[in-house]
């Protein structure tokens, strides 16, 4: 059977339960045993990379029933370690023989300088123009267009804006593009991260650098763009957009909008109407602020703060069950983004907001849940009843007896004109 040719774009995701969907069925579509390779290369540079590896096989085998090969390029030139061109000539034969070919997070400006002057290029468009699909994710989506940003150089380090030189796989089909996964990213909360950490003035420079025909091709975080070279179309897949950004005006398309090839080969008719239409209108994306904080994803980010107003809300409201119930479903969540090989700092807040809760459950369990006066209110008011009795019998020897008992346990009374009133040390 021929094999399918698609190229998906994933603006991140790409090992997490969001994404699941979008990889089984791609892999439906080639011969059992799927022939899968993971392209290691842009998280190459870092200790954990062998971690990495593992966790996206073990995604891979678990949530897709494929079983993924370890490219094992983590080098294709010396760094601080010489490269092995037995490992280098091993992988890039796997990638020749692979049908599906999978890459992600990590470093694009690493990626590139070790892809440098290898086949890498020359296999993915190989797989485009004859048979196989080609994910590429996060940092790998980067590197597919004409121009490549140095996120991490320039949001980290403070390095200048760059228009480094791309694999461009994307001109191979005939896109004109510069690639921004991480579109809607909203982790700098008080500052503009969109953009893949950029933020809008960073872009516009950027923006400035490339050649007047290229276009910005932007992918939400959890959301994909899977091109389909036999059909000629791209599907909009995952929680968000992709937008197509003229410099000036944006086109959004949401989740589950179909878009003729045609038109991101000739975005620049959009505007003047000219372009073939899309299953869903593109919107006009409107200003926003800097600041402004886009709708969440679901994402363990997401669970992340359900999970934590459930769980205050529960302790306010004085519910242990639904206290619990928050608990167990962060740690659920925890467990289903485990293997994710996101690089933010999420899983380490979610943990420290698990060990809170479960510090505040102690508490509880210690002082109660409920509310203290509710629990005492019986014997409180039964003792009252009684005191008011001895008062009333002008026995006030028994009534103070009674009063100090009161004191000793913190409860004070108060006798008023409308009768006596009690209240808790806290109230």
């Excluded at 009063?403 to 409308?418: H, K, M, Q, Y």
Aim: proline share 5%.
């Amino acid at each position: 059977m021929s094999l399918p040719r698609i190229l998906a774009i994933m603006g991140s995701g790409e090992t997490a339960p969001t994404m699941v969907t979008t990889h089984r069925r791609l892999t439906s579509l080639l011969p059992s045993p799927v022939k899968a390779v993971v392209l290691d290369t842009p998280y190459g540079f870092q200790e954990n990379a062998p971690e990495l590896a593992t966790k996206a096989v073990e995604y891979f085998k678990t949530s897709i029933n494929v079983d993924l090969v370890v490219a094992g390029l983590v080098r294709l030139h010396d760094t601080h370690i010489a490269a092995d061109p037995v490992a280098i000539e091993r992988g890039l034969r796997a990638l020749s023989d692979a049908d599906y070919i999978f890459a992600g997070p990590g470093s694009p400006t690493y990626a590139l300088r070790q892809w440098s002057g290898s086949s890498v290029a020359r296999i993915m468009i190989d797989k485009l123009n004859n048979g196989g699909i080609v994910t590429f994710a996060s940092a790998a989506a980067l590197t597919l267009g004409k121009a490549t940003v140095p996120v991490y150089e320039v949001y980290k380090v403070g390095q200048d804006v760059q228009a480094l030189d791309g694999l461009d796989i994307l001109a191979a089909i005939g896109i004109n593009a510069a690639v921004i996964p991480h579109y809607d990213n909203t982790e700098g909360a008080n500052h503009d991260t969109r953009f893949c950490y950029l933020g809008e003035a960073r872009l516009q420079m950027f923006e400035s650098l490339l050649d007047e025909d290229t276009y910005v091709l932007g992918v939400d975080e959890h959301t994909g763009l899977v091109i389909d070279l036999d059909v000629a179309t791209a599907s909009v897949v995952g929680n968000s957009n992709v937008t197509i950004r003229l410099r000036t005006e944006s086109f959004v398309y949401p989740t589950g909008s179909v878009i003729p090839l045609s038109l991101l080969q000739s975005p620049y008719s959009l505007l003047t109407g000219s372009g073939e239409a899309s299953t869903s209108h593109p919107v006009p994306a409107a200003p926003s602020a800097p600041n402004a904080v886009a709708p969440q994803a679901s994402s363990l980010d997401a669970a992340l703060a359900e999970s934590t107003q459930q769980f205050d809300q529960a302790m306010k409201d004085r519910d242990a069950l639904s206290a619990v119930r928050a608990v167990l479903a962060l740690e659920q969540a925890m467990q289903d983004w485990s293997i994710d090989t996101l690089q933010s700092d999420v899983l380490v807040r979610s943990r420290s907001a698990l060990r809170s809760m479960i510090s505040q459950l102690g508490d509880a369990a210690i002082g109660g849940v409920r509310d203290p006066r509710e629990v005492v209110a019986p014997f409180v008011e039964a003792m009252l009843s009684v005191r008011a009795t001895v008062r009333a019998e002008k026995r006030f020897d028994l009534s103070d007896v009674i009063r100090d008992v009161f004191a000793s346990l913190n409860i004070e009374v108060r006798d008023t004109p409308a009768g006596a009133e009690w209240s808790l040390p806290s109230e």
